[in-house]
């Protein structure tokens, strides 16, 4: 799919997020890159496959945190 040079990492790739946005989505919350990946805002991804990547965003220090 990819027509980049050189070309984006492919969906197989550990780094398959790096790849080029082509329809992006904001405000829907998802982003069709270039690999065939669709990722989405809470970084979960979506294989040409059909296999789901669970979402992997860090944790931000103020979650659970009490005041």
Not at 12 to 32: F, V, Y
Not at 55 to 64: E, M, Q, Y
Request: with cysteine.
């Amino acid at each position: 799919m990819c027509q980049h040079q050189p070309p984006c990492p492919p969906a197989s790739a550990p780094d398959r997020d790096a790849a080029c946005a082509m329809a992006p989505h904001p405000e829907q919350g998802w982003t069709l890159l270039c690999n065939g990946v669709l990722l989405f805002e809470d970084t979960g991804e979506l294989l040409p496959d059909g296999r789901i990547i669970a979402p992997h965003r860090p944790l931000s220090d103020s979650v659970g945190a009490v005041a």
